[in-house]
C-alpha cells in the first residue's frame, strides 16, 4: 500500500526556518515526481513546490528563494526545507505523490507549520 | 497563471439527491490535466477525477466528471452520507503551474 508521512511541522518565530520531511512507502519513490501543498487556516489548498524524478524544481512565486525542496531516493524521503518563514506561512504542510496527469493521487496526512512570534 | 473558480461555494443538499459542482477556468485547461479532489474535516485530500472524467481507483460510479474547455464539472449521482465535504478542482497549466479552486462545500440540508 502507498503511504506517505510527514513530519518536522512546529511553531517557529517569523524570520526562522524548519525543516519538512516525508517518508514514502509502498512505490518506487525514485520514479515518480512529488508534490508540497498547504493549506491555510480554513482556507483551500495551495500548491507549494514540485520535484520531479530527475531533481529538476519548480516552485509556486510566495515561496521562491526561501523555500527548498529536495529528495533522498535511497531513504525514499521527500524534504521542504523553508527559511525566512513569515507569519502567512502557517499551514498544514501536505506531500503528495505525483501522478501522470499532472495531479496527486496520494497525499499523505499533513504536518502543522505556526509561525508567530 | 489560470484561476480556478468553483460554484457555488456552498450547496446544501440531501442524501439522495443529486450534487452538481461547477468549476471554472480564467483560460482554456487541457482535459488531460483537471483534476477534483474531495475533503473531509480533519483529513487529507483524496483524488476523486483526473482527466476530467476519469474516476481514480477505488472511487464509486455516482462520482462523474465531465467538461471541457474552461467549463468542468463534478456530478453525484445520489449523495451518500459520506459523501459531504469539501471538493476542490485543480489543473496543469502553460505556465508549468499547478492551481486549485477555492473549494465547494457540499452540506447536508
Known amino acids: 500500500e502507498v503511504h506517505l508521512v510527514e513530519s518536522g511541522g512546529g511553531l517557529v518565530q517569523p524570520g526562522g526556518s524548519l525543516r519538512l520531511s516525508c517518508a514514502a512507502s509502498?512505490?518506487?519513490?525514485?520514479?515518480?515526481?512529488m508534490h508540497w501543498v498547504r493549506q491555510s487556516p480554513g482556507k483551500g489548498l495551495v500548491w507549494v513546490s514540485r520535484i520531479n524524478s530527475d531533481g529538476s524544481t519548480l516552485y509556486a512565486d510566495f515561496v521562491k528563494g526561501r523555500f527548498t525542496i529536495s529528495r533522498d531516493n535511497a531513504k525514499n524521503t521527500l524534504n521542504l526545507q523553508m527559511d525566512s518563514l513569515r507569519a502567512e506561512d502557517t499551514a498544514v504542510y501536505y506531500c503528495?505523490?505525483?501522478?501522470?496527469?499532472?495531479?496527486?493521487?496520494?497525499w499523505g496526512q499533513g504536518t502543522t507549520v505556526t509561525v508567530s512570534s | 497563471e489560470i484561476v480556478l473558480t468553483q460554484s457555488p461555494g456552498t450547496l446544501s443538499l440531501s442524501p439522495g439527491e443529486r450534487a452538481t459542482l461547477s468549476c471554472r477556468a480564467s483560460?482554456?485547461?487541457?482535459?488531460?490535466?483537471l483534476a477534483w479532489y474531495q475533503q473531509k474535516p480533519g483529513q487529507a485530500p483524496r483524488l476523486l477525477i483526473y482527466?476530467?472524467?476519469s474516476r481514480a481507483t477505488g472511487i464509486p460510479d455516482r462520482f462523474s466528471g465531465s467538461g471541457s474547455g474552461t467549463d468542468f464539472t463534478l456530478t453525484i449521482s445520489r449523495l451518500e452520507p459520506e459523501d459531504f465535504a469539501v471538493y476542490y478542482c485543480q489543473q496543469y497549466g502553460s505556465s508549468a503551474m499547478y492551481t486549485f479552486g477555492q473549494g465547494t462545500n457540499l452540506e447536508i440540508k
Open positions: 509502498g512505490f518506487t519513490f525514485s520514479t515518480y515526481w
Open positions: 503528495a505523490k505525483g501522478a501522470s496527469y499532472h495531479g496527486m493521487d496520494v
Open positions: 483560460q482554456s485547461v487541457s482535459t488531460s490535466y
Open positions: 482527466h476530467a472524467s
